[in-house]
Structures are given as structure tokens and as C-alpha cells.
């Protein structure tokens, strides 16, 4: 079982001060699944995959990725490793081109044709007409789209989606969840959301984080059932 | 001279520096810690201190005590209008951003510095002591005045601490500095608590050097010193901490002198600037700072 | 291609001025080449990668006296001493780099000003070797390469706008490469940047070590094309000059040192024929760019018309 996992961590705690963002999570992830992170505001998802990607360091706990202890490592050498984040408040390089956005993320694998790579990349989150342009001037919507092209330019085994359907428009959001279809089962997906219609669409599994801990981990189905899941979260 | 009265001698020769190196260091200190700003032309409000002091002492008739307290009093007021002035001028319309506060202060520091040149000249002119009398140690003699000095800047210092700590004026001070929204949010015009800041603390660092002109001769390039001591002193007391920076200067201070006196006073400096170098990188949060986060 | 047309161009044009330039002008230009070298590198280390340093006057110096010392206190011949001053400079900021790149913003700022002010003092407190602050004059036979005397004004003109030809397009060689692409990035977002995978420290050590390079080069060359190196060149003004230099002619912009250094050397030039407040025109140049124009002449024009100028 734990051979398998793509992605696993033991005990992860990590305070701020007096708040408990994340207190004692124990976590798996198997390898080209869609696995969504759901739960409650301030349940400490982002500071969960904050640490997972590495952007914040760990207080206590181990992760393992890909067979490896990846506790101790920089980001940037996680991102090295196949560990790709696009963030929840978009975070890209507004003052420069699109296609500059892009580049940089693509020109860590491609020496040559890298002019090829980025076009394609810019084609799957359809922003290809768009490359010259600042992307600081962008929708915001397409700027979510440019973040995960830059999530999906970097190629990575596990590509981890911070709310990424948050200000997309629903022809969007139909294009994203085809997005994220199609990279499975090469890239794993770990994706953090709210919109449930999504989540229950993709999710191969789903985990619940109430208060810095998991609540609940299962099937979608099962989640959805589980009374103490619907208490503090779904709502009904 | 043996070598413990020589200590003696370097000791209070230090500790009349520390006196000045902590008037203007926490002149540095308040801007910073409150608007966080840092003012490379610091150290040319002392230098305009001790130049206005030359004019007002220069062209007062009369007995040298009348013309240096008069200076006592104008000079830090006029150098605390130039500074409220750049401050509202310059400095607010930046909106206080970090690097380009630090580039828009290193124009003010030229502009104040060839004033000085084109009114004042380039010659060095000394200012005549108010009074001089030599208290008599068994060893050698020591200038009265300087020992003024110090108890004068300890006093300074005293009103100070009491202004932050216990006056309404202070309150708002230190309101602003922890939260600058929430102060607003309160009704505090931080735009004019910001001009008071830097006015105050430009006004005491003139105040500094109208103290020590007579001892040393004003000169328009004598703003150079003061303010890499100061920064010197700021850092490693840790910014915002006005207990660190006294501390503080009164160690660099001592150190300085006594280094100077026994070694040379550029060797001094060498050490002071590295040490001042890897403090930041190492322990930025100096000796007495918070560490933030 | 309109890219290299261009900085080819002004290259020609530099060489073809040496035929029409009357004598004074002549040697300025040598100085304006060589000094807009020094401020293509601070412009790599700040206009492109964002790294405030109120140091350069190190590095600089570092070049200057690693070629100087090499040819009066070791003995020597220009060449070899060249190159002791350009390794000398990136040296000198791998070294300052490699400490004072563990702080940012404003603590940057001041751990390289103290680092530059421990080196001018430094200076003045080895004088007897370094000549402290009157400095010590090369002698004219040391500045020759290969028989060529550089102290001659031809031959200095010539060796200074090689030494900054070199220095362009290699500028404009690393702007455009993927090193180039990453320093840019680092300036806008270092956070996104370090999530693409990129080591901030390495990527900002690199930009520090390229840009004491040619900080070192262009002390090295004033070194022997103009025989004097003092104490002065470790001072403060030249740690703010070079800001100045990239701040006016454009920051970020390959072309932008070369036109700063152009104008203010004029400015003041031409300001001193009715006043002698240098300080004056430097510190009002300085409020006015941070004031109303941060963007610099070619930043400007840049923005407003050539988007693709490098």
C-alpha cells in the first residue's frame, strides 16, 4: 500500500504562533489519481500543501514523495523532483509577456523548440492568441488559466491546484475539468476546492480537513455520506 | 601618561562620542521605527545643525553663552522645518516605498550638502565653546564642557524616552508605528504624525551637533561620520528599540573611542562597519530587536 | 534582428566618432565607455534581477586595484594585470554575494554600503601600498599591450570601446538567454520564481558575480587607459553613481547605462560652465527621476513606443 503512494506524509505539524494551521496529518497519495482536498475556511489546506510543495518549512513530521524523504528539501528542489503548485491567489509575472509566464516554466525542460512547447501549453488552457499580450492585463479568469499552464508547462508527476476554478466562468470550468482529465493518469492531481459540482466530477478520492487534522478520506461517495462530513461542512 | 589614566582619558573621550552617537541614533532610530524609512541624509541634518549653529553663534553679539543657546534652540527648529518639509514635499509622494525613499533621501543628502558648500563654504570653522573651565584630575586636565555634553545629551535622552513613553504625542508615535491603518482607522492624521517623526527626529540629531560644534568645528562634509555611526549603532541595538540603540551607542561609542585612541581611529571604523555588516546578515534583529515573524 | 541592428549600430557610430570628436570631448568619451561598462554591470545586478546594492564602489575599486597593485607592487605587464582586475572584481562579489545575499530589501542595502565603506577604509588604512587617498599614477610603460601604448589617445579610445563592445553584447547576449529570462523574473516574483523550480540565492549570486565581472573590468580599464587609481573610486559616490547612471538612461534596458552615463557626464559638464554645484545637479537628479520619471529615458520610451528594445 504505501509503495505505491505517489506522495505520503506522516505527521505533519506546523503552528503559527498560537494557531494550529496544520496539527497532525498523516496523508497518502497514489500515483495518477485526482485527489481533492475539501473543508471548511481556515481548515488548513493551503498551509497543508504549503507544505507538501515546500513553501513553507515543516515544524515536525516526515513527507516521502516518489520514494524519497523530501522533508528537509527547498522548493525549488521539490519543483526539480516533479512537484508543481499554482497558486490560490494568482501569482504570476504580471509586468511580462504571456508567453514569457510560460517560458519560464517550460524552458527548465526544453533547450531547443521552446517556442514549440510554450505555444502548445498556451493551446491547452486555449491561450495561445493571447501570448504577446502583458499578462498583468489579462481577465482574471485567464489568468487562472495561465497559472495552471504554467502548472502543466513544468511537466510534473504531481501537479497541486490551489482553488483553481475559483473566477472561471462555467464554459471555463468545463474546459478546465477536461484539462485535468486529460493529464491523469501520467500527472497526479491534487486539487484544492469549493466548488462541489467539480470536486465530485473529478475526485478519484477526497480527503476533508476540519481545524488542521483530516476529518474524513475515502471514495466520493462515501464522503458525501459521511454524517460527520456533512456536519461540518457540506451542509446539505 | 601611564596606561590607566590613559584608559581613564580614552574612556571619557568615548563616552562624550557616545553621548552624540546616541542623540543622533535614535534620532535615525524614530524614522525608522516609525515610518520605516531609511534616511541616508540623516547624518546632513547634523551637519546643517552644526552649520546653522556657526551662523547664529557668528553673527550674535555678545558673550558666547547667549549666542549658543540661542543656537540650542533655533537650529534644531530650523533643521526639524526642512525635514518636515522634504518629508511632505518628497518622501509622502513616494507613498514611503521602500527603495524609493532610500534613492529620493541620497538626492536630498547632495541638495543639503552643496548647500552647506555654496552658503557656508569649504572650509571647516569652529564654534567658540558657551563656557570653559578644565576640572583637574590628578592626571591631566579635562574640558568641563565636554562633560556638559554628556549629562546634557543624558538629559535629552531622559526628555525623550519620557515624550514616547508618557505624553499623548508619544502614544500617537508608537500607535502609528505598530499599525499604521488601524491608527488611521482611529482618526490619526498619519500623514502629519510621519512629518512630526521625521522633523523630530532630523531635530535631534541637530541637536546633537549644535552640542558637540565647539568641540569639533563644523564642516560640510562632517555628515558622512554620524550617519554610518548611526546606522552602525540602530542595527545592532535592533531597529525599533530605542533601549537597544542607547546601549548600543554607548558601547560603539566607547569601543570607538578606546580603539581610536590605542590603535587608529580608521582601523575603528573597518571593524565597526563589519561588524555592523554581519550582524545583519546573522542576527538581524540586533541586540535587543524583536525578531519579526 | 532589429535588436542587433541596433546595438550594432550605436557600436559604429562609437567607432566612427573617433574621426570627428575634437580632443576633449575625445578623452571623455574613452572615460564615458569605460565608466558606462561599470553601470552596465550594476544595471545586470539591479535593473534586471531587482538587487538594490549601495556597494559597487567594492567592486569597482577591486578592479581597479587588482590591475593597479598587479602592475606597481608585483610588476606586472597590462594584459595579465587586465585580467587580474576583472577576476579580481568577481571574486570580490561572490565573496560580499555569498554573505550579503542571505538578507533583502533594505538590509541588502545597507550590509553592501558597509561592506564598500570597510573597503574604502581599508584602502585608506594599507596607504602606504595603495597610496591611500592621493593614489598612486601607473607608469606610462606599463600601459601598453603588445606595443601598443594605451596611454596615447587613439589607441585608448579605441582599447575603451572595445572593452565596452564586448561588454554590450554580452549584455545583450544574457538579457535574452534563458539565465537572462530567469534574473527578470527573480525581480518580479521571486516567490513564483522559486516555485518554477528556480534557486533564488543562485540565480541572485549569479547576477553579483556577472555584474562584479564587469564592475571590475571597467575598473581594471580606467586603471590602464588612465593611469590613476585612488581611493576616491571606493567611496560612496561611486556606489551612487552607477545607481544614478541606470536610474536616468533606463533601468532594465541594455542600451539605458551607456545613455545615463552620456548624460549626466553633460550635464554636469555643462552645468559647471555657469556654477559649481555638482552636488546640486546629481541630488536634484536623482529627486526628479525617482519622482516623476522612475522609468529612466529608455525605460520611458520603452514603454511608450519600442516595447521590444532589450
Not at chain 1, 154 to 173: C, H, K, V, W
Not at chain 2, 66 to 72: E, I, P, R, S, T
Amino acid at each position: 500500500m504505501a509503495a505505491m503512494s505517489l506522495l505520503s506524509a506522516r505527521g505533519l505539524i506546523r503552528h503559527f504562533g498560537g494557531l494550529r494551521a496544520v496539527d497532525g496529518i498523516d496523508f497518502d497519495l497514489e500515483a495518477g489519481q485526482i485527489h481533492a482536498l475539501i473543508g471548511p475556511n481556515g481548515a488548513g489546506k493551503t498551509t497543508f500543501v504549503g507544505l507538501l510543495s515546500g513553501r513553507i518549512p515543516v515544524q515536525s513530521g516526515t513527507i516521502w514523495f516518489n520514494g524519497q524523504d523530501i522533508t528537509r528539501l527547498p522548493a525549488h528542489r521539490r519543483v526539480a523532483l516533479g512537484i508543481a503548485y499554482t497558486f490560490q491567489i494568482t501569482s504570476i509575472f504580471a509586468a511580462l509577456p504571456v508567453y514569457d509566464n510560460v517560458a519560464l516554466a517550460a524552458q527548465r525542460l526544453h533547450r531547443r523548440d521552446l517556442r514549440v512547447h510554450s505555444m502548445a501549453h498556451l493551446a491547452r488552457v486555449g491561450l495561445e492568441g493571447r501570448a504577446d499580450q502583458v499578462a498583468g492585463t489579462l481577465a482574471y479568469g485567464h489568468q487562472r488559466l495561465l497559472e495552471i499552464a504554467m502548472g502543466l508547462a513544468l511537466e510534473p508527476r504531481l501537479l497541486i491546484l490551489d482553488e483553481p476554478t475559483q473566477g472561471l466562468a462555467n464554459a471555463e470550468i468545463d474546459g478546465f475539468k477536461a484539462l485535468v482529465r486529460g493529464v491523469t493518469p501520467q500527472t497526479t492531481v491534487l486539487l484544492i476546492e469549493h466548488n462541489m459540482e467539480v470536486v465530485m466530477d473529478l475526485a478519484d478520492r477526497i480527503t476533508v480537513l476540519d481545524a488542521g487534522q483530516v476529518l474524513a478520506s475515502g471514495a466520493p461517495a462515501e464522503i458525501r455520506a459521511n454524517r460527520a462530513v456533512q456536519a461540518a461542512y457540506l451542509g446539505g | 601618561m601611564d596606561f590607566g589614566p590613559f584608559l581613564l582619558l580614552a574612556v571619557m573621550e568615548g563616552l562624550v562620542a557616545a553621548a552624540v552617537l546616541a542623540l543622533t541614533a535614535v534620532g535615525l532610530s524614530l524614522v525608522f521605527g516609525v515610518m520605516r524609512v531609511v534616511n541616508v541624509a540623516h547624518g546632513e541634518f547634523f551637519m546643517l545643525g552644526a552649520v546653522s549653529a556657526w551662523f547664529v553663534t557668528h553673527w550674535l553679539p555678545g558673550p558666547p553663552v547667549v549666542g549658543f543657546a540661542l543656537a540650542l534652540i533655533l537650529c534644531p527648529a530650523l533643521v526639524a522645518a526642512v525635514a518636515a518639509a522634504a518629508d511632505l514635499a518628497v518622501l509622502k509622494r513616494l507613498n514611503y516605498q521602500p527603495q524609493a525613499t532610500i534613492v529620493a533621501t541620497i538626492g536630498l543628502l547632495y541638495i543639503l550638502q552643496q548647500a552647506a558648500l555654496s552658503l557656508y563654504g569649504p572650509e571647516a570653522r569652529p564654534v567658540a565653546a558657551p563656557f570653559t573651565f578644565n576640572i583637574q584630575f590628578p592626571w591631566f586636565g579635562y574640558s568641563g564642557y565636554k562633560l556638559a555634553v554628556v549629562v546634557a545629551a543624558a538629559v535629552i535622552l531622559t526628555v525623550v524616552w519620557l515624550v514616547m513613553t508618557r505624553s499623548r504625542a508619544g502614544l500617537v508615535m508608537r500607535a502609528t508605528q505598530i499599525d499604521r491603518d488601524t491608527a488611521q482607522a482611529f482618526g490619526i492624521n498619519v500623514d502629519r504624525v510621519y512629518a512630526g517623526v521625521f522633523a523630530f527626529g532630523a531635530a535631534l540629531a541637530a541637536v546633537a551637533a549644535v552640542l558637540i560644534v565647539p568641540i569639533q568645528q563644523a564642516h560640510y562634509l562632517m555628515g558622512g561620520d554620524p550617519l554610518l555611526m548611526s546606522f552602525i549603532v540602530v542595527i545592532i541595538g535592533g531597529l525599533g528599540s530605542l533601549r537597544g540603540t542607547v546601549v548600543a551607542a554607548l558601547l560603539i561609542g566607547l569601543s570607538d573611542g578606546v580603539i581610536s585612541m590605542f590603535f587608529s581611529p580608521t582601523l575603528a571604523k573597518i571593524l565597526a562597519t563589519l561588524l555592523v555588516a554581519l550582524v545583519l546578515v546573522f542576527r538581524p534583529q540586533g541586540l535587543f530587536g524583536r525578531r519579526a515573524g | 534582428m532589429r535588436v542587433w541592428t541596433l546595438h550594432l549600430a550605436v557600436l559604429v557610430l562609437l567607432f566612427g566618432l573617433q574621426f570627428v570628436l575634437p580632443p576633449y570631448h575625445f578623452t571623455n568619451f574613452a572615460r564615458i565607455m569605460v565608466l558606462a561598462v561599470f553601470a552596465m554591470g550594476y544595471n545586470i545586478a539591479f535593473g534586471v534581477t531587482g538587487l538594490l546594492s549601495l556597494g559597487h564602489a567594492l567592486l569597482l575599486a577591486a578592479g581597479m586595484y587588482g590591475t593597479g597593485l598587479a602592475i606597481t607592487a608585483l610588476g606586472w605587464p597590462a594584459a595579465p594585470a587586465l585580467l587580474a582586475g576583472v577576476v579580481a572584481g568577481g571574486v570580490m562579489a561572490l565573496a560580499v554575494g555569498v554573505l550579503a545575499l542571505r538578507t533583502a530589501g533594505v538590509a541588502f542595502m545597507i550590509v553592501t554600503l558597509m561592506f564598500a565603506q570597510a573597503g574604502y577604509l581599508t584602502i585608506l588604512y594599507f596607504g602606504p601600498v595603495t597610496g591611500g587617498d592621493e593614489g598612486l599614477v601607473l607608469a606610462r610603460g606599463a600601459r601598453a599591450i603588445g606595443g601598443l601604448d594605451l596611454s596615447a589617445d587613439t589607441p585608448r579610445y579605441l582599447a575603451a570601446l572595445a572593452l565596452f563592445a564586448v561588454a554590450l553584447l554580452a549584455n545583450l547576449a544574457l538579457v535574452r538567454s534563458r539565465l537572462g529570462r530567469v534574473m527578470v523574473a527573480m525581480r518580479e516574483n521571486e516567490e513564483r520564481s522559486r516555485m518554477l523550480g528556480y534557486n533564488p540565492f543562485a540565480v541572485k549570486l549569479a547576477a553579483l558575480v556577472i555584474s562584479g565581472l564587469y564592475a571590475g573590468a571597467a575598473g581594471a580599464g580606467y586603471a590602464v587607459l588612465f593611469g590613476y587609481i585612488g581611493a576616491s573610486f571606493a567611496g560612496i559616490q561611486y556606489s551612487i553613481l552607477p545607481l544614478l547612471w541606470v536610474l536616468l538612461g533606463g533601468a532594465g534596458v541594455v542600451l539605458g547605462p551607456l545613455v545615463g552615463v552620456l548624460v549626466m557626464f553633460y550635464l554636469i559638464d555643462i552645468s559647471s560652465g555657469y556654477t559649481t554645484a555638482h552636488l546640486l545637479v546629481v541630488g536634484l537628479a536623482l529627486l526628479v527621476l525617482v519622482l516623476f520619471a522612475p522609468k529612466g529615458i529608455l525605460g520611458a520610451l520603452r514603454e511608450r513606443l519600442w516595447p521590444w528594445l532589450p
